[in-house]
Structure formats: C-alpha cells, structure tokens
C-alpha cells in the first residue's frame, strides 16, 4: 500500500523528495496489509475489508501510457478486469487519466531540489554527528569508496541534485505547481468526478527482468507516476505470473481512500486468489 503523503509519520525516514515520500505496508496479504496499516496510521483499516466489496463499485481502466508495453503484463491484468466484472464491479473503460506523461520532466525537477533539501535536514536530526552532513558529503563518500559503494553504477542523479539551489528558487516552485496541478486538480480529480469512480487500476508494472549489469535495467513502463506525484494513495495485488515471476495491477484513489482501495483490493484477492508461495530459487529460468 501506498498512502496518501502525510497519513504516516515518515519522521526517521530517509528522504527522497517530500512531496511524494510517504511509508507504507508490504504484505503477503491485503489483510495482512491493512493490518499493518492501521499501526502506521492509528486507525483501523481491517474493518473495511470486504469479500463483497466489489459489488457496485465503479472502476475505471487507465489504458492510455499504461497498457501496451507489456504483452504478458496486458494478458494477465485484462483477466484481472473480468474478476472485477464478475464480482459485481461496474467497469468503466477506458478512463484515462489527463495529462499522463506529461509532466515526467518537473517531477525531475522537484525530486532533485526536494533531494538535496531533505537529505540535509535528515542529517541534520537523525545524525547530527556523522562525518556526512550534505549531499555534497554523500557524494564526497562515495567517490573516496567508489569500489565498494559504487561497483555497478555511478551517482549522477546525486550530483544534479546537488547543482540545484534552495527551495526557494522560482524553478523549483514552478515545476511543483505544474506537478500539483496536472497530477491533481486537472489529472486524476478529473477522471474520478467525471466518471464518478471508487478506484481506477492500471498494469502495476513490466514483468521483473534479470540484472544485467552490462546493459543496466530493462524498464519498460509502469503506473506508478500519476498517484505518487499526486501524492494520492494506491494499492497493488498480483494479479498472475509470467516465467514464475508475479505481475501486478494497481488500485488507485483519490486522496485518503485507503480504506476504499483495500475493501476493493481485498474482494479481488479473495475472488481471484492469485497469490503463490515463494520458492526461494537460486535464479529465475527465464
């Protein structure tokens, strides 16, 4: 579960960037999650939860950015959909979200400056007697171990990070705005009172891929974007596997729908029963 940002306390957190960081529960289950939840936040998030939640509730499918990357992951989500449709959920598609894509390139600009910013003040009150006090010290380290912290990668997001000034600069604020307003009032806001939704899902990702420290990550698309930098919440649950390895569809909500998202997200799980033990191999045989 992703939640809302500011649902829960993310005081001892290492920071990213503080318009999107936010901590949540990674479970074996949807109780399992709600459970969790209902410690990080202080509320009781179990009692939402509902074989029958689907009944009625209104889901739209994002299908503009988000599927069509991934024929395995498309497969397995569509079927997911169909579990939605039998178990009583009315599905609207497509309910695309506006804007979609179209503001990859602020949010790079907030999470370099929001980066730099919270990183020192992390610093600053978990560890106010370590060696390393700023990014630039962060940088510094590493450089000075680069063989045993940096074997595989280098750190140039760190050092465009550290070419940004306070959070006080005119660019920074532009970009969070337009983040704000494409991501919020003029993106999801719009696509949930236009069609009336509870919740809209998406593939969660691309299938995982093997490391290939030659070529670097093979990423092809995922959901993800549009609800963390709305700083709205999401949820995902497998949804089925391609070469052993799970594929997820996400549940996303408006601000502070968590307990909607897990009523959802746990009538699916219980109609559909994706979940497989893990078995631990020494690699995957893809």
Same mark, same amino acid.
């Given at each position: ?5 500011g649902?829960?306390?993310g ?6 960037a503080?318009s999107? %960081?936010?901590? *949540?529960p ?5 109780? !399992? ?9 202080g509320?009781? #998030?179990?009692?939402?939860l509902?074989?029958a939640g $689907?009944?009625?509730? @209104?889901i739209g499918?994002? @299908?503009?950015?988000?599927?069509g990357?991934?024929?395995?992951? !498309? ?11 039998s178990?009583?959920a009315v ?9 979609a894509?179209? #503001? %990859? ?6 999470l370099? #400056?929001?980066l730099?910013?919270d990183?020192a003040? #992390?610093?600053?009150t ?10 630039? !010290? ?18 140039e ?8 000034g306070?959070?006080? %600069? ?11 307003? $494409?991501?919020?009032?003029e *993106? ?8 009336? $939704? %509870?919740?809209?899902?998406?593939p969660?990702?691309s299938p995982?891929?093997p490391?290939d420290?030659?070529?670097g990550?093979h990423f092809l698309?995922?959901?993800s974007?549009?609800?963390?930098v709305?700083?709205y ?6 949804v089925?596997?391609?070469? *052993?390895l799970?594929v997820?569809?996400?549940?996303i909500?408006r ?5 909607m ?11 559909a029963?994706p979940?497989r ?10």
């Amino acid at each position: 579960v992703k939640p809302t940002v500011g649902l829960v306390d993310g005081a001892g957190i290492i920071p990213i960037a503080h318009s999107q %960081d936010t901590g *949540g529960p990674m479970a074996r289950t949807v109780a !399992d999650a709600a459970a969790l939840l209902g410690v990080l936040a202080g509320r009781d #998030y179990t009692a939402s939860l509902d074989p029958a939640g $689907l009944r009625g509730a @209104r889901i739209g499918v994002a @299908r503009k950015k988000f599927f069509g990357y991934s024929p395995e992951a !498309d497969v397995l989500v569509e079927a997911a959909i169909a579990v939605l449709k039998s178990q009583g959920a009315v599905i609207v598609d497509p309910a695309d979200i506006p804007h979609a894509g179209e #503001y %990859d390139d602020s949010e790079l600009i907030v999470l370099l #400056y929001e980066l730099k910013a919270d990183l020192a003040a #992390y610093l600053a009150t978990w560890a106010p007697g370590a060696r390393v006090k700023t990014l630039a !010290d962060v940088i510094a380290f590493n450089e000075a171990n680069k063989a045993q912290e940096m074997p595989y990668f280098g750190q140039e997001l760190f050092l465009q990070a550290q070419q940004k000034g306070p959070l006080t %600069d005119q660019v920074y604020r532009d970009a969070l705005a337009k983040d704000q307003r $494409l991501s919020r009032t003029e *993106g999801l806001d719009v696509v949930f009172a236009q069609n009336n $939704l %509870d919740a809209i899902v998406a593939p969660t990702g691309s299938p995982p891929w093997p490391t290939d420290l030659v070529n670097g990550d093979h990423f092809l698309g995922a959901s993800s974007t549009p609800a963390a930098v709305a700083g709205y919440p999401s949820i995902a649950v497998p949804v089925g596997y391609t070469f *052993g390895l799970p594929v997820g569809m996400s549940f996303i909500g408006r601000a502070n729908s968590e307990s909607m998202l897990l009523k959802l997200a746990y009538a699916y799980e219980q109609a559909a029963k994706p979940r497989r033990a893990p078995r631990f191999m020494p690699t995957a045989q893809l």
